[in-house]
């Protein structure tokens, strides 16, 4: 078999023979003894048996100058080395097939989209030679180009959406097409390192950290392994700033006119003051307008107050600092119950006690009804209310008793906005 090679746009000194087929058997030649190096040439005796009872001397050599590529087999008799003399022997019995296979690069002279052809003619023994078809690959001697899209100078939050682009038609000429990219990373001014590394996304999101700058650019490889040299700049440099990192509240459930506090954490130390903005969704919550993270810290801590309500309400108070934002909710309860008490606690019947109920703060925004119940009204029959007014904690209140002809225990509950306490009365005869 010869093959004539295009020596004009084929570097003929990086010829690397492959795989050689004949049927099931198969002869690898290995780079060192693949022409051209050394003596330009390969030999080899492959062994067909037990398929066939011929061993295969297989010669392949490379012209340097005139660029032909030539296979030789012969067929040998296993049992004295030489060529058989049997008529009917051969290395390709009817229905086996061979192979062989070869690569060689480009010379980096011959301009991408450069057509070179290949065609190979075949002599078996003394008959009239056969071509093969003609095999035909398009050069791409340029390497692609790509780039990383322009981010914001300075990123909103720790973590965006990095993007890239790229090409290999180069000047309106079409290489072997995009095969991946690989995306480095500069954190601070240090070394590039790939973020990502041979992918063929074009999109991915990158989590930083605070108070980092943040530089890439992105490396193409095409279909040919030519690969895209690594730019003199970066293609774009994003700031991560600091952000909220947490924010939390305790207690979240408060009585109206008492208070509570929050806390806000940044997501790393603060290089100077740092003002956060804080509003309310209600008038029942009360937080101031700004506060501050002083410099060389990473969290601030401060006062929430309350006003009284009528009902359960529910505030939420929201962070805000360079476009982010955290929330918080508190719930507002009204004012009840703290405490009932009697005095004395003990009293022969038909005689009075003074009960004292305090609430939780002063009543507010107007009076508060406490409402009063007992276990047993034959013997302690209590007033159905009082009314604290507005401003006061305390209110008290009279309680009666009924002739007993035995030691008896009586619980009284005091009920004010849906908190109950209660005290017991002994009664005695």
Same mark, same amino acid.
């Not at 020596?7 to 049927?23: A, E, Q, Y």
């Not at 392994?225 to 947490?246: E, F, H, I, R, Y």
């Given at each position: 078999?010869?093959?004539?090679?295009?020596?004009?746009?084929?570097?003929?000194?990086?010829?690397?023979?492959?795989?050689?087929?004949?049927?099931?058997?198969?002869?690898?030649?290995?780079?060192?003894?693949?022409?051209?190096?050394?003596?330009?040439?390969?030999?080899?005796?492959?062994?067909?048996?037990? &398929?066939?009872?011929?061993?295969?001397?297989?010669?392949?050599?490379?012209?340097?100058?005139?660029?032909?590529?030539?296979?030789?087999?012969?067929?040998?008799?296993?049992?004295?080395?030489?060529?058989?003399?049997?008529?009917?022997?051969?290395?390709?019995?009817?229905?086996?097939?061979?192979?062989?296979?070869?690569?060689?690069?480009?010379?980096?002279?011959?301009?991408?989209?450069?057509?070179?052809?290949?065609?190979?003619?075949?002599?078996?023994?003394?008959?009239?030679?056969?071509?093969?078809?003609?095999?035909?690959?398009?050069?791409?001697? &340029?390497?692609?180009?790509?780039?990383?899209?322009?981010?914001?100078?300075?990123?909103?939050?720790?973590?965006?959406?990095?993007?890239?682009?790229?090409?290999?038609?180069?000047?309106?000429?079409?290489?072997?097409?995009?095969?991946?990219?690989?995306?480095?990373?500069?954190?601070?001014?240090?070394?590039?390192?790939?973020?990502?590394?041979?992918?063929?996304?074009?999109?991915?999101?990158?989590?930083?950290?605070?108070?980092?700058?943040?530089?890439?650019?992105?490396?193409?490889?095409?279909?040919?392994?030519?690969?895209?040299?690594?730019?003199?700049?970066?293609?774009?440099?994003?700031?991560?700033?600091?952000?909220?990192?947490?924010?939390?509240?305790?207690?979240?459930?408060?009585?109206?006119?008492?208070?509570?506090?929050?806390?806000?954490?940044?997501?790393?130390?603060?290089?100077?003051?740092?003002?956060?903005?804080?509003?309310?969704?209600?008038?029942?919550?009360?937080?101031?307008?700004?506060?501050?993270?002083?410099?060389?810290?990473?969290?601030?801590?401060?006062?929430?107050?309350?006003?009284?309500?009528?009902?359960?309400?529910?505030?939420?108070?929201?962070?805000?600092?360079?476009?982010?934002?955290?929330?918080?909710?508190?719930?507002?309860?009204?004012?009840?119950?703290?405490?009932?008490?009697?005095?004395?606690?003990?009293?022969?019947?038909?005689?009075?006690?003074?009960?004292?109920?305090?609430?939780?703060?002063?009543?507010?925004?107007?009076?508060?009804?406490?409402?009063?119940?007992?276990?047993?009204?034959?013997?302690?029959?209590?007033?159905?209310?009082?009314?604290?007014?507005?401003?006061?904690?305390?209110?008290?209140?009279?309680?009666?008793?009924?002739?007993?002809?035995?030691?008896?225990?009586?619980?009284?509950?005091?009920?004010?906005?849906?908190?109950?306490?209660?005290?017991?009365?002994?009664?005695?005869?």
């Amino acid at each position: 078999m010869t093959d004539q090679l295009d020596p004009v746009n084929l570097d003929l000194t990086s010829l690397s023979l492959g795989v050689i087929t004949i049927g099931n058997h198969q002869a690898t030649p290995t780079v060192e003894n693949s022409p051209p190096v050394g003596a330009k040439q390969y030999d080899y005796d492959l062994d067909l048996r037990p &398929d066939n009872n011929i061993i295969a001397h297989i010669h392949a050599s490379l012209d340097m100058l005139l660029g032909t590529l030539t296979y030789q087999f012969q067929s040998l008799d296993p049992s004295t080395g030489l060529p058989t003399t049997d008529p009917n022997a051969g290395l390709l019995p009817p229905g086996v097939e061979g192979t062989v296979q070869f690569s060689a690069a480009p010379k980096t002279s011959s301009p991408t989209g450069t057509v070179t052809s290949n065609q190979a003619t075949i002599v078996f023994d003394y008959n009239p030679p056969m071509s093969t078809s003609v095999w035909s690959n398009t050069l791409d001697n &340029d390497p692609p180009v790509s780039h990383v899209n322009k981010l914001a100078t300075t990123q909103k939050l720790g973590y965006f959406t990095v993007k890239w682009s790229g090409t290999d038609t180069i000047n309106g000429i079409a290489g072997s097409g995009l095969a991946n990219y690989t995306i480095y990373v500069s954190d601070n001014g240090g070394a590039y390192t790939p973020w990502l590394s041979n992918v063929t996304q074009t999109s991915a999101v990158f989590t930083g950290e605070a108070n980092h700058t943040y530089a890439f650019y992105s490396i193409a490889r095409d279909n040919a392994g030519n690969v895209q040299p690594t730019p003199a700049t970066p293609d774009t440099t994003t700031k991560v700033p600091l952000a909220l990192l947490s924010f939390v509240v305790s207690p979240t459930t408060v009585v109206g006119s008492q208070s509570t506090a929050g806390t806000i954490t940044m997501d790393g130390t603060v290089p100077s003051d740092t003002l956060i903005k804080l509003t309310s969704s209600s008038s029942a919550v009360i937080v101031p307008s700004t506060v501050t993270v002083p410099a060389g810290a990473e969290s601030v801590s401060f006062g929430i107050s309350t006003n009284a309500v009528t009902a359960l309400t529910k505030g939420t108070i929201k962070a805000s600092y360079n476009g982010g934002n955290l929330s918080q909710s508190v719930k507002v309860l009204p004012i009840g119950v703290q405490s009932v008490s009697i005095n004395p606690t003990t009293v022969t019947g038909g005689n009075s006690a003074t009960g004292t109920v305090t609430l939780q703060a002063a009543a507010a925004p107007g009076n508060i009804t406490v409402s009063f119940t007992s276990s047993n009204t034959a013997v302690v029959p209590t007033p159905a209310s009082i009314t604290i007014p507005a401003g006061s904690q305390t209110g008290t209140f009279t309680v009666s008793t009924n002739h007993v002809n035995a030691k008896t225990s009586v619980t009284i509950k005091a009920t004010a906005n849906g908190v109950t306490k209660s005290v017991k009365l002994t009664v005695t005869p």
